[in-house]
């Protein structure tokens, strides 16, 4: 399941459901508004396998790393965050549920930082294609 954080703009949510990409978004379809950061976590625990995107940086820290859900932390600007959902969605090593959890990562037009669940290093990826 995709979940947007309430700063994602309704443009970029339009745009989403335009590309048929499934998501709900905080203080809309799930959560209240104005949730703090640790109210959003403990939301993602109790989800599903949730994908959780954001243009909040906080959300970019490897102590939030968990087997159960994903983050993703949009560095580009908000009415580009559509586009980048989609791109990272379509992305090989991250285009299934399975291959995102455990992950905290932060997404930008140069490419991907990954922290991998029990990694002791970030790694780069490139955009494919």
Same mark, same amino acid.
């Given at each position: ?25 905080? %203080? ?9 950061? $640790? !109210? ?16 909040? $940086?906080?959300?970019? $820290? ?30 090989? !090593?991250? $285009? ?22 029990? %990694?002791? !290093? ?8």
């Amino acid at each position: 399941m995709n979940i947007l954080d309430e700063n994602v703009l309704a443009s970029q949510r339009h745009l989403l459901r335009g590309w048929r990409i499934p998501f709900r978004q905080i %203080a809309h379809e799930i959560g209240r508004q104005g949730m703090g950061d $640790d !109210e959003i976590i403990s939301l993602l625990h109790d989800m599903q396998k949730p994908t959780f995107f954001t243009l909040d $940086d906080d959300f970019y $820290d490897c102590r939030l790393r968990h087997a159960r859900y994903c983050l993703v932390y949009l560095n580009v600007k908000r009415s580009e965050a559509a586009i980048f959902v989609r791109r990272f969605l379509r992305h090989p !090593e991250f $285009d299934t549920q399975a291959r995102r959890m455990g992950t905290v990562i932060r997404v930008s037009h140069a490419g991907l930082w990954v922290w991998r669940l029990h %990694a002791e !290093e970030e790694t780069f990826i490139e955009w494919s294609g």
